[in-house]
């Protein structure tokens, strides 16, 4: 608090800076232009009253309940997918909201979050508890970038979530899959083919159109996705636009697929179990009729990443095609296919397992 005279302008400034008596965010305010030291000293009195009324508005009304409308608002206005807010919205108002709803965002303490983590969301998967700790945090920063608290009570809890693929298809079970789909005119058939043989996601593939594919230069242009909620979008899910190499293989399945379906902008056929998003259950089912691993569908990503890297193509090259910027995700794929210990062994000679000479017995009593 104070006020004093500016000799550049000839007048007086008023300032006042209060800690919030919760938050212990330090807020000011400041007037300038005052006339005379009389009317500085009155006015620096109403800038403290004003910081003391605006301190009581942001303690009463800021509960966990009215902040998270707030994030959520906030999440569209930086442009995130509804999906996302969605996700955001459903984790949080089920596991927070019945708990922390009543309370201020500053009274909530780092041990609360921990208890709701570790105690009430314990039979959760750890994948599960780790996102609603993400949740958690983020909520919590919104509140901090906006003054509302001084830190965020989000704990660094190591939540260890095995770097773990549920399955993939080896490229003879791929070969099964392909090839028994094309004899009995599956019509996910060339859905399957084009995932297997370059690796696009979901979205991506549904999205693809024909302007996007060069048969003369043999790529493939991935810059737009899909998916049930939002629709179609100029973006792929790294933000990245990325160039794909076409098979030689796959060449004649989109040759086949330009001639069935001349009129549509769309490479691959629009399926109805598709659209609404049963392109998991549908892959299992055949699956399982098959006899093979019952993969997910974003699984045949994966299962073209270990196919490519147990036939030795450079992992950089795989991370371009597939649109990874993450090696940690690579990693897991190179550990499935077995690169990261191939030829360890190689040097380890320690006897002959296929000789079997024979033993010359000396006779001591002879000698």
């Known amino acids: 608090m104070g006020y004093k005279f500016d000799e550049n302008t000839k007048s007086w400034i008023a300032f006042c800076s209060k800690r919030h008596p919760r938050t212990r965010v330090p807020y000011s305010l400041r007037r300038k232009g005052i006339k005379t030291e009389a009317e500085a000293k009155r006015i620096e009195k109403q800038l403290l009253w004003q910081l003391m009324e605006s301190f009581a508005t942001k303690a009463e009304g800021m509960k966990f309940k009215s902040l998270l409308p707030k994030f959520y608002e906030n999440m569209r206005t930086r442009g995130l997918s509804e999906t996302t807010i969605e996700t955001y919205q459903l984790c949080l108002d089920a596991h927070s909201l019945p708990i922390w709803g009543e309370k201020r965002i500053d009274s909530i303490t780092t041990q609360e979050i921990v208890d709701l983590i570790k105690v009430k969301l314990a039979h959760r998967s750890p994948s599960h508890q780790k996102s609603m700790l993400k949740f958690i945090r983020a909520a919590f920063q919104f509140a901090v970038e906006n003054n ?23 490229k003879e079970q791929a070969r099964i899959l392909l090839e028994k789909a ?27 159109t024909w302007d996007k594919v060069s048969f003369e230069n ?150």
């Open 218 to 367: 043999r790529t493939i242009l991935v810059s737009s996705s899909w998916d049930k909620k939002n629709g179609f979008k100029d973006l792929t899910k790294s933000g990245e636009d990325r160039i794909v190499e076409i098979a030689e293989n796959l060449v004649y399945v989109l040759k086949e697929l330009k001639l069935k379906n001349s009129d549509s902008p769309f490479v691959l056929p629009r399926i109805d179990s598709w659209d609404v998003g049963r392109q998991a259950e549908i892959l299992r089912a055949y699956l399982y009729a098959l006899g093979l691993p019952r993969i997910r569908f974003h699984d045949l990503r994966a299962s073209w990443a270990t196919i490519l890297l147990g036939q030795g193509v450079e992992p950089v090259k795989i991370m371009k095609m597939g649109g990874w910027k993450d090696i940690k995700t690579m990693m897991i794929y190179i550990r499935k296919a077995g690169i990261d210990i191939k030829g360890v062994t190689d040097g380890l000679v320690l006897h002959n397992p296929v000789a079997n000479p024979v033993a010359n017995v000396i006779n001591l009593k002879s000698t």
């Open 148 to 170: 509302w608290l001084a830190r965020n009570p989000t704990p660094r809890l190591q939540i260890r979530i095995g770097n773990k693929i549920k399955a993939v298809l080896t």
């Open 182 to 208: 094309k004899e009995y005119e599956h019509e996910w058939y060339p859905v399957w083919a084009v995932a297997l043989y370059t690796g696009m996601r979901n979205g991506e593939l549904h999205a693809l």
